[in-house]
């Protein structure tokens, strides 16, 4: 049996939550632990913590030392970072989701803050139990390197986007793929409010929205967080999609990794829309 504490923080507002079994199968699932042995999954996860904390948490702060690896189970959280007077968003995580995996390896400080946007059930796995598995079983400290391989492809992505791109082609870009991940669709939905997804961009309020509203003229209508793109070969001409920067894998029940996630799609798949 794997030991599981619900804890308390020191928030009035969290709750704590107990372990079922159909939340150890869906870690279980997870490309990180999917080929553990039984005895080191126990292992890992011997004395982990789930926690249900309310929307608008604080989990850690850069600066902080990293005490355990987080698996997001349920809600969503946002990564961001500061720096003189000045916030940025790096990434916002859904389910089923690890972060600060290379602090946990390296036992070193938190690069990045994490914050809950929606409340949020956070399963706390030891850092050092893990930093142990990694060192004693080789296939688990290949399966850590893989995942960690993904992040670091999508930081490349990430980087790219903001430095070969305008504003204006990253958020026509965005939208295509939040299209695409959506189901296709001509209508879908903006899953995050406007003055965090000008954040994730790279992008001022004011130059967010200014930039929507250019999008009309390519197709675009937004009311609210509703987005319909009527001319998406249109709005394709502006963004020109790139399978080396964009990664337009649609949102599925299967959990997969940051691994997994980039290995699709093919390097020749052709993204334009049907």
């Not at 850092?127 to 688990?140: H, L, N, S, V």
Request: hydrophobic content about 45%.
């Amino acid at each position: 049996m794997i030991s599981v504490k619900a804890v308390a923080s020191d928030r009035d507002t969290s709750r704590p939550m107990p372990m079922r079994p159909a939340d150890l199968e869906r870690v279980k699932a997870l490309p990180l632990f999917s080929g553990a042995s039984e005895r080191l999954f126990r292992d890992v996860l011997a004395g982990c913590f789930l926690q249900r904390f309310p929307a608008g948490t604080t989990l850690l702060m850069e600066g902080d030392p990293v005490d355990f690896l987080y698996v997001l189970m349920d809600g969503s959280v946002e990564l961001g970072a500061s720096w003189n007077d000045k916030d940025t968003t790096l990434a916002i995580l859904r389910p089923v989701s690890t972060f600060i995996l290379a602090a946990v390896i390296l036992d070193a400080e938190s690069l990045m803050s994490a914050r809950t946007i929606d409340r949020s059930d956070i399963l706390m796995v030891s850092g050092e139990a893990m930093r142990r598995a990694a060192g004693e079983d080789a296939a688990f400290g290949f399966a850590v390197a893989q995942e960690m391989a993904g992040c670091y492809r999508g930081l490349v992505r990430a980087i790219k986007n903001q430095k070969l791109r305008g504003g204006l082609e990253r958020l026509a870009n965005y939208l295509i793929t939040q299209r695409l991940r959506q189901g296709g669709g001509a209508t879908f939905t903006l899953p995050h409010e406007k003055r965090m997804l000008a954040s994730l961009l790279g992008m001022t309020p004011e130059n967010f929205s200014r930039s929507l509203a250019t999008l009309a003229d390519y197709g675009v209508e937004i009311h609210g967080a509703e987005v319909t793109i009527n001319r998406p070969a249109t709005l394709e001409r502006l963004a020109k999609p790139d399978p080396l920067i964009d990664n337009h894998q649609p949102v599925t029940d299967t959990v997969t990794g940051k691994a997994q996630r980039e290995r699709w799609p093919l390097p020749n798949r052709d993204f334009r829309a049907a």
